[in-house]
């Protein structure tokens, strides 16, 4: 669609899957602070406002994958990021996550600024081990650093070279 911005109102509980992937939306505006996306739900589209509410307890798989967003903040509530959710989202730069995230799916942040500046090695995010960047030398050793509290899905797949995982 043509659409470039769009207003939730309140009694929007459920946004579902591919809703709005690939529209011409630029901003929404969530006004049910508690809404729930399904998978991909803002997928492919040039958002690149975004402001969640502040009941969100989850986002879903790929709900804003490879849209136009360069901050994200998101809020308290939030404890579960599913797989791919902003993965290609190639101008998020500045990531803030909350300590009462308890999880964050495989390849969240792949393909983003913030991933894509990272040098290479374990890659943190706050309080979350996200995974390996980069060639992984033979014979490595991990000492995963004190006030981890989490480690991503798919943080070390395929690491054949990884040989010891030190935790705090």
Excluded at 17 to 34: I, Y
Excluded at 62 to 78: Q, R
Aim: net charge negative.
């Amino acid at each position: 669609t043509g659409i470039e911005s769009i207003v939730l109102p309140e009694n929007i509980q459920y946004v579902g899957s591919r809703a709005f992937a690939n529209s011409a939306l630029k901003k929404v505006d969530f006004k049910n602070p508690a809404i729930q996306l399904g998978n991909y739900a803002f997928s492919n589209c040039p958002l690149d406002e975004l402001i969640l509410g502040d009941k969100m307890t989850e986002i879903s798989e790929g709900a804003f994958a490879g849209t136009s967003i360069k901050v994200l903040d998101i809020p308290d509530s939030v404890t579960r990021i599913v797989y791919r959710a902003f993965s290609g989202c190639e101008d998020l730069s500045d990531i803030s996550i909350p300590e009462g995230i308890v999880e964050i799916g495989g390849h969240t942040f792949d393909n983003t600024a913030w991933y894509n500046n990272h040098k290479d090695g374990v890659m943190y995010l706050d309080h979350a081990v996200y995974g390996w960047k980069g060639a992984m030398p033979a014979g490595t050793a991990i000492s995963i650093k004190n006030g981890s509290t989490i480690i991503a899905d798919y943080a070390f797949q395929h690491q054949v070279n990884l040989n010891a995982v030190t935790l705090p």
